[in-house]
């Protein structure tokens, strides 16, 4: 078995760009949106409301106020999420909000924040996972959970590089267990109590009172807000429909609001469910234990096989956040292959694999979702801590970019009043968790997450920087070549003749760079080549591949560039003609079409223009692909004479 069977076996074989149901076999429905991306959301209630029990366990009767608390805000969040996948239907969530009502600053903020978050999504899911399992198992097996958990992530990884629909078939099962066996485990869990309700409302009126008369009002306050923050975790998640959106099935807005009804509701019902629980059978934190865990113990007892239905809830829940950790997979790269357009990451994070995957992105998330793990010792509470920071600093943006929103479009959107309390009051609910959570967690791991995300947005502005610094070095070659147009040349319409000496050039696009290399081709091989075939690939990424109009519309582009080259080619007396490809993989592609095309002109010479500095920097390579390179080692293992023509330009330091 070769090399390549290997990795079709692990990772699949590769699919067709040009497959007329391809969007149709990727894009998810209501459902599966829910289960892919809902499930992040959703599995929040495994850590969210017992991180806001612990605080307030001396004073449980607070848990009333606090689950209807939760629910609102859900359903707060969820509604103005819901307006943002309304008039932001491309995609892209918060970064895009961000970035289009507050400004490019604010949008790369936001991304950065986004990034950290779902590498913290990641990792929280899979630490919480592995804390739910391994509270069914003796403390001497718990040395090996950290294992447990990066082994978890590495499984993801190859799952997600697979394709997100094959992963969320089968992590379905999974989700749809979590969902009957915690509709049993709250449900049961007032029904079983269902007698001593009067009871407990008559105990937490007397608790109150006395909480009241020793806290004081500001005092009872403060430790409900505190509570109330520290469950922040509870609603990281909710924003994962509106960053995912590219993949939802047609109509996707449709599908993403009713996808966002489904988390909401659930989550709403599941997290306030599970708060009435705890005050309902006074359940206490235990180390080694979660609270779920205890509370299903608690609750399945007496029932026959009690102790294995309540290992089946709590297992469900570990493996809901294994589907969960899913969405840092699906929307992490989402949102960096957003960046990567707008060039504030690497043009690589924008590339799609052969899987129609952003493989780059996947690795990365995971990878670095490894990093903290290990550094936290998957610490659950250290993390969620981490993960609700970032979270907020997102929410807050987007709550208040949408503001601003409704209020410059005010003349124009006739119900701007109302969205702009929700959006408000949004605002409100996520400044005031972010801020609290900030002070009462900054030595606890909320300073880190805050510097992390701060050494993102300096490296995103340094390479946008970069970037901006080679657009306007190829802006001034553009005036060079534009200078020169071919004149003085009879216009050649003859057609190519295959046993003529030809020059195969490889280009992208219409542009400078591809001018100077055919001139340099000219100059260094005067009168050697008697024809040109330009040679374009329509590499398609996340920005060309969103519906089957744009991927159509994208190709007829490269078509397009390459027929001007003809034309250019023309003008200065060389018979020309052109070839063209479609697919994901650039140096697949080029090699292919290059080996097809010198077959076809046995007399040939392929040419690559390379993009070169003056003064090289450790980071090009990073910023700039080796495309050039790597396809002429390929072509050489074919016997294709390939050039290389460097284009250099000088960089404004």
């Not at 970037?467 to 020169?484: G, Q, R």
């Not at 292919?592 to 090009?620: D, M, W």
């Not at 390579?621 to 290389?644: E, P, R």
Request: net charge neutral; glycine share 8%; with cysteine.
């Amino acid at each position: 078995m070769d090399i390549t069977s290997i990795k079709q076996s692990i990772f699949g074989k590769p699919k067709d760009v040009h497959d007329p149901n391809i969007f149709h076999k990727l894009a998810l429905i209501p459902t599966l949106a829910w289960i892919g991306l809902g499930a992040d959301g959703l599995s929040s209630s495994s850590y969210g409301p017992e991180e806001a029990f612990r605080v307030i366990v001396d004073h449980p009767y607070l848990a009333v106020l606090l689950a209807i608390a939760t629910a609102f805000t859900v359903f707060i969040i969820a509604y103005s999420y819901s307006k943002m996948i309304e008039y932001f239907p491309t995609g892209g969530g918060g970064y895009v909000v961000a970035t289009q009502t507050l400004g490019k600053k604010a949008g790369v903020i936001s991304g950065s924040a986004l990034i950290v978050d779902y590498i913290l999504t990641i990792t929280v899911s899979i630490a919480a996972c592995g804390d739910a399992i391994f509270s069914f198992l003796p403390m001497e097996y718990h040395q090996y959970k950290l294992m447990f958990q990066v082994f978890l992530v590495l499984m993801l990884i190859v799952m997600n590089i697979r394709g997100v629909k094959e992963s969320i078939y089968i992590l379905a099962p999974v989700f749809v267990v979590f969902i009957i066996t915690h509709i049993i485990l709250i449900g049961y869990g007032f029904i079983g109590h269902a007698g001593e309700i009067g009871p407990v409302i008559q105990e937490i009126k007397t608790d109150y009172n006395n909480g009241l008369a020793s806290l004081g009002t500001i005092g009872m306050m403060a430790l409900f807000f505190k509570a109330y923050s520290m469950g922040g975790g509870t609603y990281t998640g909710i924003e994962a429909v509106s960053n995912g959106l590219q993949i939802m099935k047609e109509p996707k807005v449709r599908t993403a609001k009713r996808t966002m009804v489904y988390m909401s509701l659930s989550l709403a019902i599941t997290a306030g469910g599970l708060l009435f629980c705890y005050l309902l059978w006074d359940i206490k934190p235990e180390h080694g234990k979660t609270m779920n865990a205890l509370l299903s113990e608690r609750v399945f007892e007496a029932w026959a096989f009690g102790g294995v239905i309540a290992l089946i809830t709590i297992f469900s829940e570990g493996a809901l956040l294994t589907v969960a950790a899913q969405a840092g997979f699906i929307d992490g790269p989402r949102v960096m292959a957003n960046m990567a357009l707008d060039g504030w990451l690497p043009k690589r994070f924008a590339s799609l694999s052969e899987r129609l995957t952003m493989r780059d992105g996947v690795l990365l998330m995971g990878f670095a979702a490894i990093l903290v793990l290990l550094y936290t010792g998957g610490h659950i509470g250290t993390l969620v801590v981490m993960y609700s920071i970032n979270v907020f600093v997102t929410f807050s943006l987007s709550q208040l970019g949408m503001c601003k929103f409704f209020v410059v479009n005010r003349k124009t959107k006739p119900e701007w009043k109302s969205h702009l309390i929700i959006h408000s009051i949004g605002l409100l609910l996520c400044t005031t968790i972010l801020a609290i959570t900030c002070y009462e967690k900054f030595g606890a791991g909320g300073w880190l997450t805050l510097v992390f995300t701060l050494m993102v947005v300096v490296v995103c502005y340094l390479i946008k920087k970069h970037y901006n610094k080679v657009s306007k070095a190829i802006k001034k070659l553009n005036e060079k070549i534009i200078e020169f147009q071919p004149s003085g040349y009879p216009y050649n319409k003859e057609v190519v003749k295959p046993d003529d000496r030809t020059a195969i050039q490889l280009v992208s696009g219409f542009n400078s760079f591809g001018i100077h290399s055919m001139l340099s081709i000219l100059d260094n091989f005067p009168w050697v080549y008697k024809n040109f075939i330009f040679v374009g690939v329509a590499a398609v990424d996340s920005g060309s591949f969103r519906n089957h109009e744009e991927l159509v519309a994208y190709e007829e582009n490269v078509k397009k560039a390459l027929k001007q080259y003809v034309e250019y080619a023309r003008k200065l007396g060389m018979p020309a003609d052109y070839r063209f490809s479609a697919g994901t993989d650039v140096v697949e592609l080029a090699t292919e079409l290059c080996i097809n095309t010198a077959k076809e002109f046995p007399k040939s010479t392929v040419f690559a223009g390379k993009l070169t500095f003056q003064e090289e920097r450790f980071y090009h390579k990073m910023l700039h692909n080796d495309t050039a390179f790597m396809i002429q080692k390929n072509l050489q293992q074919y016997g294709v004479t390939t050039v290389i023509l460097p284009v250099t330009v000088a960089l404004d330091e």
